[in-house]
């Protein structure tokens, strides 16, 4: 479930137009957020939503900047990663064996600060027993 209504997005795009794809790429985003905050401890929803009102607003504004990150890399599910060098007249495409250096990262640097102002980065797990 996305943190991020299509409607929440076209506010925070605006006047940019929302892509035809927006309900996935939230979708998308929402789920790159929850891998960054794996072992986060925060009350919620039975489903599984942010119950606090600040951590929802920055949950939906990390989730639009991400989603808008996806769509602006034009690569939403990754597998230009490894795109060593591309011609676009007569489609020549080579594909590097693994991915060197940094590369393009999969997450908006935006998003990064975003939870990191928020104190939501470094995630620091509670342990059980």
Do not use: H
């Amino acid at each position: 479930m996305a943190y991020a209504t299509v409607e929440e997005f076209a506010e925070f795009l605006a006047p940019d137009p929302v892509p035809a794809n927006a309900a996935r790429l939230l979708d998308r985003a929402s789920t790159k957020l929850d891998q960054l905050l794996m072992g986060a401890v925060y009350k919620t929803d039975d489903d599984g939503l942010p119950l606090d009102p600040a951590l929802v607003a920055v949950f939906r504004e990390a989730v639009c900047i991400q989603a808008q990150y996806i769509d602006a890399l034009g690569d939403e599910t990754g597998a230009m990663a490894n795109v060593s060098q591309m011609t676009l007249g007569n489609q020549t495409l080579v594909r590097a064996l693994q991915v060197t250096g940094k590369g393009t990262p999969r997450v908006s640097p935006d998003l990064v600060d975003l939870l990191r102002a928020n104190r939501l980065l470094p995630i620091r797990p509670y342990t059980w027993g």
